[in-house]
């Protein structure tokens, strides 16, 4: 399976202001994306990070709140911006490999 | 779109009992059906999937079985162990082409010593 680095693991943030969380792959990969859970929550999807074009959100993400880079294929990034408390969860990028989905260790977001 | 629904949400048993998660899914079009494992604090894992052509699958204490007709997979785990204790989801998918897969709301699973 692809290896996936994402870091922060963890953060504390004030609100109003912005965290980027990287993800990095040990392999070239087409699909990218990224996933918001809510404490107890299933996995939902923000949005797939295109490489060289727009990222594709889903209902309810915006791009101005989740702006999303993926400059080459082994690597994305997602921006949390504006934050306030309601976007405490954890976040976390997934690959596609071979047909199957796997995911990053995520990033636990707390924003006071 | 295609919407996962997954009973039941918590589900206890004791050690060396079994356990099984059910799915249903609504897209008939769905043809890969994965299952992860998210332990506490932890990226969940896939731990076994099936594809439409087949109709159960086996991994040790795992197994997957699918019925396409009545659109429902599940998920059973034989001897339970301590360690098997995590958030189970399921989700369905159809591969090919841009694949996202459809998440159910998990299930909880705790295998009490």
């Known amino acids: 399976s692809a290896v996936i680095s994402q870091k922060p693991s963890r953060d504390i943030c004030q609100r109003g202001t912005s965290l980027t969380i990287q993800c990095q792959v040990d392999?070239?990969?087409?699909?990218m994306f990224w996933y918001r859970q809510q404490p107890g929550q299933s996995l939902t999807l923000i949005a797939t990070?295109?490489?060289?074009?727009?990222?594709?959100?889903e209902s309810g993400f915006v791009i101005d709140k989740f702006p999303i880079s993926r400059p080459n294929l082994t690597f994305s990034t997602l921006t949390v911006s504006n934050m306030s408390p309601e976007d405490s969860s954890i976040y976390l990028c997934?690959?596609?490999?071979?047909?199957?989905?796997?995911f990053g260790s995520g990033t636990q977001l707390s924003v006071l | 779109g295609e919407n996962v629904e997954q009973h039941p949400s918590t589900l206890s048993v004791q050690e060396g009992d079994s356990a099984v998660i059910k799915c249903t899914y609504s897209?008939?079009?769905?043809?890969?059906f994965p299952w992860y494992k998210q332990e506490l604090g932890k990226r969940p894992q896939l731990i076994i999937d099936?594809?439409?052509?087949?109709g159960e699958k086996k991994d040790q204490r795992i197994a997957v079985t699918l019925n396409k007709t009545a659109k429902h997979f599940s998920l059973h785990i034989t001897e339970t162990q301590p360690e098997d204790s995590a958030v189970y989801f399921c989700?369905?998918?159809?591969?090919?082409?841009?694949?996202?897969?459809?998440f159910g709301r998990g299930t909880s699973l705790i295998v009490h010593p």
């Open positions: 997934s690959v596609e490999w071979e047909g199957k989905l796997f």
């Open positions: 392999s070239q990969v087409t699909m």
């Open positions: 990070a295109n490489q060289g074009s727009e990222a594709t959100y």
């Open positions: 897209d008939s079009a769905s043809n890969y």
């Open positions: 099936i594809r439409s052509n087949v």
């Open positions: 989700a369905a998918s159809t591969s090919g082409g841009s694949y996202i897969p459809t």
